[in-house]
């Protein structure tokens, strides 16, 4: 089994900046694309930005700029350093995770975190 957990949101005053973590642990022979999504009730989950296992990226046209994503392979952990941070920017962001659990199964399978609130406020 596979688990994907993400932490770092929280309440942040407009302009101010948050940095989330997401990790996969459990039975994972390769670590393929992460990203990071989000989504509120009056939208529809949306690509924030997302990195290959090559360290390729890409963002969401709006955000690219104020959004960064890195990942460290040794840790099987995916960032999204966020900057100047605006009311709109709040929502549920989740991390998902292209998994190959067993180098004999070929096949690639995707797992979803539980969400980390982010709420932009004064």
């Known amino acids: 089994q596979v688990q994907v957990v993400e932490s770092g949101g929280g309440l942040v005053q407009p302009g101010g900046s948050l940095r989330l973590s997401c990790a996969a642990s459990?039975?994972?022979?390769?670590?393929?694309?992460m990203g990071w999504y989000r989504q509120t009730p009056e939208k529809s989950r949306e690509l924030v930005a997302e990195i290959t296992s090559g360290d390729r990226t890409n963002y969401a046209d709006s955000l690219k700029g104020r959004f960064t994503i890195s990942r460290d392979n040794a840790k099987n952990t995916v960032y999204l350093q966020m900057s100047d941070l605006k009311p709109e920017d709040t929502a549920v962001y989740l991390c998902?995770?292209?998994?190959?659990?067993?180098?004999?199964?070929?096949?690639?399978?995707?797992?979803w975190g539980q969400g980390t609130q982010v709420t932009v406020s004064s």
């Open positions: 459990g039975t994972i022979f390769r670590l393929n694309t």
């Open positions: 998902h995770a292209s998994v190959r659990p067993q180098s004999w199964d070929f096949r690639d399978y995707d797992f």
